[in-house]
């Protein structure tokens, strides 16, 4: 396994759509095995293959936390979920949560969501599956989802506010 280097806003290769994965072979379980020790190792709760370079229809998630009653909610990164070429085939209701991003790195918005959605896709050898979400995985799904079509959470704020945060940061990256 290996930690793969993890795409960050602007790169223009975060903006391609993914194609479609048509071999469930052994490349395939070795990227997505890659994938869950970037993700676990930078603190992350999902993560899409063009994050790291790889433009093909493939999630990686786990957003299981233990917590305790003094102590902040800790990741476990013992319940890895995979999603070949995902699909969300309904939505229904509306959330609103706080949004982050392992390309956007320090970054922090509200993001409006369907509330409950149902998502077909594959497992990793190729099975048609199913799966009724809803909280913070629905999130969760949608966000990576939409990293499948080249869009970030920074795409899903209103006009002015993507701009201005858009622009905050590649001033501070001018700076780095
Ligand atoms: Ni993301």
Redesign the pocket.
């Known amino acids: 396994m290996a930690i793969l280097e993890i795409l960050t806003f602007p790169d223009s290769r975060l903006a391609k759509k993914s194609a479609a994965v048509t071999k469930f072979d052994s490349s395939l379980e070795a990227l997505a095995a890659d994938m869950l020790e970037t993700m676990y190792e930078a603190n992350g709760i ?1 993560l899409a293959a063009p ?1 790291i370079d790889a433009h093909v229809q493939l999630v990686v998630m786990d957003i299981d936390f233990e917590s305790s009653e003094d102590e902040p909610p800790i990741l476990t990164n013992k319940n890895p979920r995979i999603f070949v070429n995902p699909k969300i085939v309904s939505k229904e209701g509306q959330q609103v949560g706080q949004e982050g ?3 956007v790195p320090g970054e922090y918005e509200d993001v409006s969501r369907a509330a409950k959605i149902r998502l077909e896709y594959q497992d990793i050898n190729g099975t048609p599956q199913s799966l009724e979400a809803e909280g913070l995985l629905a999130v969760c799904i949608q ?2 989802l939409d ?1 499948l079509d080249g869009r970030l ?1 920074l795409d899903r704020l209103s006009f002015v506010k993507s701009k201005s945060v858009k622009r905050k940061i590649l001033k501070e990256k001018q700076h780095e």
Do not use: D, I, R, V
């Open positions: 999902g994050q991003c392992l390309s966000h990576e990293h959470f």
